[in-house]
């Protein structure tokens, strides 16, 4: 009785991996796509421009109209 429990319970857990497993492979590749879009979208074109910005006094508590 207590093989055919043990048995059971390492069926349910490859049953899990089998899901999870395709699962994590489909997400990473989602966020493999999403990084390859903005780099092909320029999105960190100008890191330099972004770090001296934050610098200046022109945003500091409302945007410009």
């Known amino acids: 009785v207590v093989d055919h429990r043990l048995a ?11 899901i999870l497993i395709p699962v994590s492979l489909l997400l990473g590749g989602i966020g493999l796509a999403a990084f390859f879009w903005s780099l092909r979208n320029r999105q960190y074109e100008d ?7 934050i610098l200046t006094k022109d945003w500091d508590d409302r945007p410009k109209p």
């Open 8 to 18: 059971q319970r390492a069926e349910a857990q490859m049953t899990i991996l089998g």
């Open 47 to 53: 890191p330099q421009g972004d770090a001296s910005r």
